[in-house]
């Protein structure tokens, strides 16, 4: 009786350690395999067809731009990530605002300025983008034109700077709305 007993309790335990093994087993492979599909921010934003999916109006071209503009000063990223950020934002870009910024100069700039900004231990903290209602339509020379302001917070060595920005959009012949430009507001203020 004895005997049957203890081989019983040795059968109920290695059954046990078996059970408990094939769960950690399994639990540690579907975590893992979590991680390997879960994208980066960096990877979703940069997932946008814009040939598809372009942004309707002028606040979602801007709030795109945004998230673009997150991923390239507060993520890690490599070398090609800027590029292809750089490239992506390219896309929102109107054709005379390219026109004047060829893309392998721009590239450059835009790696050298990514890399100056995380130097300095600077992050963009907050971005208030103004209302859809806030936005200022005109027409001039027979274009639609989209004026928005958007602010932005930026932490660097423990203080706070605040620098508002107004983007100028103008509808493209495909009735997209593109970035023309942008100017620091405070410049606009000034008449510079």
Request: aromatic share 10%; hydrophobic share 35%; charged share 30%.
């Amino acid at each position: 009786m004895k005997k049957t007993t203890t081989r019983t309790t040795i059968i109920v335990i290695v059954l046990v350690l078996a059970v408990v093994g094939y769960y950690a087993y399994l639990s540690n492979r579907s975590r893992e395999s979590r991680q390997e599909t879960a994208m980066s921010v960096i990877q979703s934003t940069l997932s946008r067809d814009l040939s598809k999916n372009y942004p309707p109006t002028p606040k979602e071209v801007i709030k795109y731009y945004n998230e673009l503009l997150r991923c390239l000063y507060n993520e890690e990223s490599t070398d090609q990530e800027i590029a292809d950020l750089g490239l992506k934002a390219r896309e929102l870009y109107d054709a005379e605002l390219l026109a004047f910024n060829e893309e392998e100069g721009s590239q450059l700039r835009l790696k050298a300025e990514v890399h100056e900004f995380k130097e300095k231990q600077r992050r963009i903290t907050g971005i208030n983008l103004a209302s859809s209602t806030n936005v200022e339509f005109f027409e001039e020379d027979g274009f639609e034109f989209a004026r928005i302001s958007c602010g932005y917070n930026i932490l660097q060595e423990g203080k706070n700077q605040s620098t508002q920005l107004v983007y100028l959009l103008r509808k493209d012949d495909n009735k997209k709305w593109k970035i023309y430009g942008w100017e620091n507001a405070e410049n606009l203020e000034n008449g510079s």
